[in-house]
């Protein structure tokens, strides 16, 4: 909740603040802003909110009849934006809360009160809070163009991507799967992703813990911040993705969360590390377990989220795209299953230490980039806390390639499939979605289905330019 609206003021006043951006989060996870003369930003403003929202504009916020909605910020997000202080208009920026008109309710549907209210739920249901560790991927083009012109006179449909890392004509070009932890000159983005970094650390006041480059070998990028509690650490990768596109943009270049914009090589995931605590104790951590160190309060987690994977994908992999990435043969998962250490397993406990309780996690591969992770790390949390209040098992751990299993040895492990497009994910979501309500009501989940299957039509409608090369001359 914002607290006392004396020190952003003051704040205000020693960073010489021209202009306050005022920013929310829409449903689809997308920043959205209001700028205001910082003379206009009073201890009245900060604490009772602005009334400048209109509702009806945003995606799956309000009708037009009801659409006067008030902007609450929280002061405890106040950061300087360094790329439009560097142009001369020195501007901060506040994540806000959405009020319902009169500033009094929370807008229910606004994903930063979800996640503000899957902390107060954890903490009143389990008495505990969670960590989060998300690894974030992207990719860095020198330019992007795309075209899907639908009128009478012209019909078209392209897209081309320039990256100077697959097509540099000397000999440091980064060749297809090859581009995971290559240095200079191979990697042309390292100093891209250090200004990232910095920016990270000195204006948003998040830790990095490290960055590379990925597989992918036209500027596929990976940048990691230290775990933290769920709103904070969603604020905090949403800062992320909002630095990493204006960074690159202000280099000349363009980043992007799409998870597979390249065929042929390996998509971008949002890789979500989680653990439970209580007491200050991490409740996923058994040293006595010879498996993986993982207590049965985590094999529990672990249950939940494999039970109810499929329709997690609905919201943790909400795009088209997100399927294309969601295929064999690049590190992404498909099949729902446990491990420990295997990355073709879509629910994973990491093995770099062992007797480490600090390090104790569950990793969730599922996500990709552009999911909302303000809805997210919510429902994570509610599949899993279901798994620990309904004692899910998750079965035995599978230590092989699951890609490389039969199929019937991997029903014999009893191992699923993810959906394989957004609208079987769509459908899995309506019929499984009770362990959901806590956080999301009927209509929220009403609005996430309705906005994939929306999604879902006006890509399958539209011939793509490679359907042209299998049919066009039959």
Known sequence: MPGKSHSVLQRIKEDKVEFVDLQIIDL?????????????????????????????SLRGF?????????????????????????????????????MEAGGEKHFKHDPRFIAYSAEAYLKEQWNGKSYWGPELEFFVFDKVEWNTNLNQRETSAFYKIYSSEAENPNQYSIRPKEGY???????????????MSRVMHDNFYTEVEAHHHEVAGEGQCEINIKYDTLL?????????????KNVAANAGKVATLMPKPVFGDNGSGLHVHVSLWRDQVNTFYDRNDKYAELSQTGRYFVGGLKEHSRSLAAIVAPTTNSYKRLVPGYEAPIFIAWSKGNRSANVRVPAYFNGKASEKRVEFRTPD???????????????????????????????????????????????????????????????DNAYLKPLFDSALIDWIADYGKVQYSQVESRPAPHEFYLYFDL
């Open 232 to 244: 904070s650490q969603a604020d905090k990768l949403a800062s992320l993705k909002y630095t990493v």
């Open 62 to 98: 309000k009708e037009i009849y009801e659409s006067d909605m008030v902007i609450m910020p929280d002061q405890s997000t106040y950061a300087m934006l360094p790329w439009q202080t560097s142009h001369g208009y020195r501007t901060a920026r506040i994540l806000s809360f959405v």
């Open 181 to 195: 932890y290559p240095a200079e000159p191979h990697d042309t983005l390292n100093l891209l992703r250090s200004e």
């Open 369 to 431: 980039p552009s999911c909302n992770q303000y809805l997210t790390f919510p429902a994570m949390l509610l599949a899993g806390l279901d798994g620990i209040k309904k004692k899910i098992e998750p079965g035995d751990p599978v230590d092989e390639n699951i890609y490389k299993l039969t199929p019937e040895k991997r029903r014999a492990y009893g191992v699923k499939e993810l959906p394989r497009n957004l609208i079987e994910a769509v459908d899995s979501l309506n019929s």
């Open 28 to 56: 689809i996870g997308k920043i959205n802003h209001v700028t205001i003369p910082s003379y206009n930003i009073t201890e009245e403003s900060l604490t009772h909110g602005l009334p400048k929202l209109d509702g009806s």
